[in-house]
């Protein structure tokens, strides 16, 4: 079935750091890329998605390019604030037939310290 | 208002109670779903429903039942609660695979 692998957490940094998280999936046809952010008390909002290979989905400072070859989905940020602490998700949705569901990975909690 | 909207927020219920978690959206989606998060576990996928007479179950359904009584309402519940079920329920919304999900704020649920 279809499946998302993050990075564990947490990842702490310092602010104006560069950030990675790491993503890869596993599906069956061709899914559409999505990150997630969790602000804490907050439910999820759609950061940035990507839908097919090579597209580069960019939001806010942070970007992820959709790697088919490596089915990978990497997020960036190149300086990061103490406002992104948050939990990061990474997911993907399939289409089979009608139906589509989101799949999500277990969630990376980012740290951002003065 | 909030486009999706969740209630309660916090419940806090006794074993072998009936619960009931409401969501209602005014996105205009047809698509609704309620997950549960763990920590650790991340989004587990509970029910799905693409239109008022469709529904479907998802990865962790047993324990739960749903009713969508609109397009724009789609309810859980908790048929007899247990203490295991303690977790932050999210029900989002979606128009069309390639566009993402709205998620509600969440209801944070203890079950003691």
């Known amino acids: 079935g279809d499946s998302v692998t993050q990075m564990e957490g947490p990842v702490t940094l310092s602010e104006e750091a560069f950030l990675t998280i790491n993503c890869t999936y596993t599906?069956?046809?061709?899914?559409?890329l999505f990150w997630y952010v969790q602000y804490p008390g907050e439910g999820l909002q759609l950061l940035l998605k990507?839908?097919?290979?090579?597209d580069k989905g960019s939001n806010k400072g942070f970007e992820a390019t959709y790697r088919k070859e490596t089915t990978s989905f990497h997020l960036e940020k190149g300086s990061v604030q103490v406002s992104d602490s948050a939990v990061y998700f990474c997911a993907l949705s399939t289409l089979t037939g009608t139906a589509s569901k989101l799949t999500f990975g277990t969630g990376t909690r980012l740290q951002v310290t003065l | 208002d909030a486009d999706v909207t969740q209630t309660p927020r916090n419940r806090i219920t006794k074993t072998g109670k009936r619960i009931m978690l409401e969501c209602s959206q005014t996105k205009g989606h047809d698509r609704m779903y309620w997950y549960r998060q763990d920590p650790g576990l991340g989004l587990r996928l509970i029910y799905y429903s693409f239109d008022v007479k469709d529904i479907n179950k998802g990865e962790i359904s047993d324990g739960y039942s749903v009713s969508r009584q609109a397009q724009a309402k789609f309810s859980l519940s908790l048929e007899s609660a247990i203490p295991n079920q303690t977790a932050l329920y999210f029900c989002?919304?979606?128009?069309?695979?390639?566009?993402?999900?709205?998620f509600g704020s969440g209801t944070r649920l203890t079950v003691v």
């Open positions: 599906a069956t046809g061709y899914p559409s």
């Open positions: 990507a839908t097919k290979a090579d």
């Open positions: 989002a919304t979606s128009d069309d695979y390639e566009d993402g999900y709205t």
